[in-house]
């Protein structure tokens, strides 16, 4: 069964989370949210990421790392 791991994110934010979790093995689902209108000035408006419940707290693990190390390293 699929589980929603983050819901209403913008296109290009779940472009890099989904790239980050496949690459760990953990396979993802893109689907358009239902938090938001689907199209917003033609830039694919919000979606939710969905992974195999199984792998949810190992997605969830892997975002939060991904996050501290964004904290740690900021971009200049």
């Known amino acids: 069964m699929w589980k929603v ?7 290009s934010l779940a472009n890099v989370l989904k790239s980050l979790l496949e ?9 358009a949210s239902k938090l ?15 992974v195999p419940e ?3 707290e190992q ?5 939060e790392e991904a996050r501290k190390d964004g904290e ?3 971009t200049p």
Do not use: C
Request: aromatic share 4%; proline share 5%; charged share 25%.
């Open 36 to 50: 938001f209108d689907p199209v917003i000035f033609g830039q694919g408006g919000s979606v939710d990421l969905l």
């Open 54 to 56: 199984e792998k949810l």
């Open 23 to 31: 690459e760990n093995g953990i396979e993802v689902v893109v689907r």
């Open 5 to 11: 791991l983050v819901e209403g994110v913008n296109v």
């Open 59 to 63: 997605a969830r693990s892997l975002m």
């Open 72 to 74: 740690e390293n900021p």
